[in-house]
């Protein structure tokens, strides 16, 4: 199945100009090491090459004269020093690679200071023919910018995914292990192909079952599914249970500060090393969405993590500490809390008091991954203490997999967005990469958008999101169009129409689905519960938090100092006075920020009741219009992705008009003022 091979579809390579230049470096390749991850490399490096070329490369050992792919690290730096240069070894990290190509004699030379270095570095090289680039004069030195490049599964035991479009989890089924690893192995060779290097892979709400998953009864799956990420550079790590000394351990408490607590989770860590010795760490989710956590013996969330961190400490893991604490069971008619708050609130006041090996994981925006919010204020505000940033592949709020929604230029504003934390150029990128306030450890992590379906992604163009994302994690430098076009040539091909219209369409389609879906950063208007479709007061009376206030004066969210929630004072002071104020806070997010009368006029020039006419009917014809350049490529891709991405297109088309007619007519009957155009409003 093409759709199954995502990125990685190595297709025959015939037409292209490039064989001649490629074909002479074919020959040999020399791997003089033998470890699991540089016999990962050589194999997908040989998969590649045959099934791009129909050719098997000989393997060796030895140094050949001419024509061969050399794989090797620092320990076999003396077979091939002359031709890399001593300057470079010294500014390759522990992740990083060298490639170098040599016209004289048609070789290569992929160098990694370790073994991780050299299966990423075969990835590239395999994507730069996959990509239709020269492999002449390379000479490429890459080092990753973020220490962990890291995916959460939201994955049941159960088999099912929670916030999961794409089938069923590849990791489980009625309450066990799949015993399908092949499926595992794929996935892991598609993450490490753009750099992913940790994983936790149970949901981060820990219920009965998955509790279990550290005791005996588990813990030799969960090493075998170690040992197949482990082969591709990846890292395991489990999200726990907080309330773990109880429900496995028969504790009658989970207080950190309770010895018996503290010596449970000692024994218990050093179980869990038994079984996996490279085991990354553990995910917490405490005191959030009724999971239990330290609050429940008025302790604090770093007495909390420290607890896990020391337990863990001795055997070199960390604690990923997640900060999305909120009181979700507010009473909506005491509107002076404010949902944003939570998680500076709760944490900002802790900084400097987590050990070394706790790692705080932080949400991008400070409500929960909508198609537009602002940035997280805890981003830079916490200079002692280590930060991850949690983006969401899956698209929970922006479509689920069934709309197509490109994440990468959403992203890219998040890391580039400035926090003047150390004064202007203090962008969020260079808080989580850790060269602001040199963290221990620091990152990138998402939520994963796979399953079982053959696809992966249920959406094949949400693939697209997975690959980005990796990228991006790797090099928050790398513009969206790179990355793009990267993605498009290695999954469809080169054919430069096939890749410009694909490319173009993924980079419109966040503002395409913002267009006809909830306006100017207010967010949510979706369906309770499964969050999918239009329902403007969905949330608007509910106990969780997120409201819009919309009535028949106006709309938005006062999250100022002056007259709202001071939200605002969460961000250093040239963010917070932007934000504060009406003439300077962006349009994008006016309503996230302000609450204002439609008839407020918008740096646009327009109204905003007429922007939210405007973009409803304008994002329904961009929709349709997606739908339609989609048709226009019949007989350019494979009929089963074409078709499969054709039906999620209509599908789009249709849904689009159900969130314009309610959105629209909603704000028409509270505002009672008409649409300039005279549109069809029901
Ligand atoms: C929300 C999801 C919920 C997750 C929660 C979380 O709706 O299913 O459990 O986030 O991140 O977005 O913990």
């Given at each position: 199945e093409?759709?199954?091979?995502?990125?990685?579809?190595?297709?025959?390579?015939?037409?292209?100009?490039?064989?001649?230049?490629?074909?002479?470096?074919?020959?040999?390749?020399?791997?003089?090491?033998?470890?699991?991850?540089?016999?990962?490399?050589?194999?997908?490096?040989?998969?590649?090459?045959?099934?791009?070329?129909?050719?098997?490369?000989?393997?060796?050992?030895?140094l050949k004269k001419e024509s061969f792919i050399f794989l090797g690290t620092e320990d076999?730096?003396?077979?091939?020093?002359?031709?890399?240069?001593?300057?470079?070894?010294?500014?390759?990290?522990?992740?990083?690679?060298?490639?170098k190509s040599f016209e004289s004699n048609n070789s290569i030379i992929i160098f990694g200071k370790n073994d991780k270095g050299v299966l990423y570095g075969v990835f590239h090289l395999l994507r730069l023919i996959q990509t239709d680039s020269s492999l002449n004069n390379i000479d490429i030195f890459e080092n990753p910018k973020n220490q962990l490049r890291m995916i959460n599964e939201w994955d049941n035991m159960d088999g099912?995914?929670?916030?999961?479009?794409?089938?069923?989890?590849?990791?489980?089924?009625?309450?066990?292990?799949?015993?399908?690893?092949?499926?595992?192995?794929d996935y892991a060779r598609?993450?490490?192909?753009?750099?992913?290097?940790?994983?936790?892979?149970?949901?981060?709400?820990?219920?009965?079952?998955?509790?279990?998953?550290?005791?005996?009864?588990?813990?030799?799956d969960v090493a075998k599914v170690a040992s197949i990420f482990r082969a591709y550079g990846i890292k395991t790590f489990l999200s726990i249970n907080y309330?773990?000394?109880?429900?496995?351990?028969?504790?009658?408490?989970?207080?950190?500060?309770?010895?018996?607590?503290?010596?449970?989770?000692?024994?218990?860590?050093?179980?869990?090393?038994?079984?996996?010795?490279?085991?990354?760490?553990?995910?917490?989710?405490?005191?959030?969405?009724?999971?239990?956590?330290?609050?429940?013996?008025?302790?604090?969330?770093?007495?909390?993590?420290?607890?896990?961190?020391?337990?863990?400490?001795?055997?070199?893991?960390?604690?990923?500490?997640?900060?999305?604490?909120?009181?979700?069971?507010?009473?909506?008619?005491?509107?002076?809390?404010?949902?944003?708050?939570?998680?500076?609130?709760?944490?900002?006041p802790l900084d400097g008091q987590f050990k070394d090996n706790v790692v705080l994981q932080i949400k991008n925006g400070p409500m929960d991954f909508q198609v537009r919010e602002g940035v997280s204020p805890l981003?830079?505000?916490?200079?002692?203490?280590?930060?991850?940033?949690?983006?969401?592949?899956?698209?929970?709020?922006?479509?689920?997999q069934r709309h197509v929604c490109y994440l990468i230029p959403q992203w890219k504003e998040i890391l580039d967005f400035d926090t003047y934390a150390n004064g202007e150029g203090t962008p969020v990128k260079s808080v989580v990469?850790?060269?602001?306030?040199?963290?221990?450890?620091?990152?990138?992590?998402?939520?994963?958008?796979?399953?079982?379906d053959v696809n992966w992604t249920g959406h094949t163009l949400a693939q697209a999101n997975l690959y980005g994302y990796g990228r991006l994690t790797w090099n928050p430098d790398l513009s969206s169009e790179i990355i793009t076009d990267e993605w498009v040539k290695a999954t469809f091909g080169t054919d430069l129409d096939v890749v410009s219209e694909i490319s173009d369409m993924l980079l419109?389609?966040?503002?395409?689905?913002?267009?006809?879906?909830?306006?100017?950063?207010?967010?949510?208007?979706?369906?309770?519960?499964?969050?999918?479709?239009?329902?403007?007061?969905?949330?608007?009376?509910?106990?969780?938090?997120?409201?819009?206030?919309?009535?028949?004066?106006?709309?938005?969210?006062?999250?100022?100092?002056?007259?709202g929630t001071g939200y605002t004072g969460q961000y250093f002071p040239e963010n917070q006075t932007m934000y504060e104020s009406l003439d300077t806070c962006p349009d994008e997010l006016l309503l996230f920020f302000h609450h204002v009368p439609y008839t407020h006029v918008l740096k646009s020039g327009k109204t905003v009741i007429q922007h939210i006419y405007d973009t409803h009917f304008e994002g329904v014809e961009q929709a349709e219009g997606l739908k339609q350049r989609w048709l226009a490529l019949e007989g350019k891709i494979d009929p089963t992705r074409f078709r499969g991405i054709l039906e999620r297109l209509e599908h789009q088309a249709e849904h689009s008009k159900e969130w314009r007619d309610i959105i629209n007519t909603y704000f028409y009957r509270k505002s009672g003022i008409p649409d300039e155009k005279n549109r069809k409003i029901y």
């Open positions: 093409t759709s199954y091979n995502s990125w990685l579809q190595y297709s025959k390579i015939t037409d292209s100009p490039l064989v001649d230049n490629y074909s002479p470096f074919l020959e040999h390749v020399v791997i003089p090491e033998n470890t699991e991850v540089i016999n990962s490399a050589k194999e997908e490096l040989l998969c590649g090459i045959s099934s791009m070329f129909g050719k098997s490369l000989n393997i060796s050992t030895e076999k730096y003396e077979m091939v020093k002359e031709l890399i240069g001593v300057d470079l070894l010294g500014q390759l990290n522990n992740e990083g690679y060298i490639i099912s995914v929670e916030r999961g479009y794409a089938g069923n989890s590849i990791f489980f089924e009625e309450n066990r292990f799949v015993r399908d690893w092949d499926r595992i192995k598609m993450l490490s192909s753009v750099g992913i290097n940790a994983i936790a892979f149970n949901n981060v709400n820990v219920h009965e079952v998955e509790s279990k998953l550290i005791t005996t009864e588990f813990l030799p309330a773990s000394p109880i429900q496995i351990g028969g504790l009658d408490t989970a207080d950190p500060l309770d010895e018996k607590v503290r010596n449970w989770w000692k024994e218990k860590t050093k179980e869990i090393y038994q079984y996996i010795p490279d085991f990354g760490g553990v995910l917490v989710k405490a005191d959030s969405e009724h999971r239990p956590g330290p609050f429940t013996y008025n302790r604090t969330h770093a007495d909390g993590s420290n607890m896990l961190a020391e337990a863990i400490e001795p055997f070199g893991g960390i604690v990923l500490w997640r900060c999305f604490v909120y009181n979700c069971m507010q009473d909506w008619r005491d509107r002076s809390t404010d949902r944003a708050k939570a998680a500076y609130d709760h944490f900002k981003f830079g505000a916490m200079p002692k203490t280590n930060q991850l940033l949690e983006f969401q592949i899956a698209q929970e709020y922006t479509g689920q990469d850790g060269s602001q306030f040199q963290y221990t450890h620091c990152g990138i992590t998402a939520v994963s958008n796979i399953g079982n419109q389609s966040w503002r395409i689905y913002e267009n006809y879906t909830s306006p100017l950063g207010v967010g949510w208007m979706v369906n309770p519960e499964h969050h999918y479709g239009p329902n403007v007061d969905g949330y608007e009376y509910s106990v969780w938090g997120t409201y819009h206030f919309a009535d028949c004066k106006g709309i938005g969210v006062d999250r100022t100092i002056s007259t």
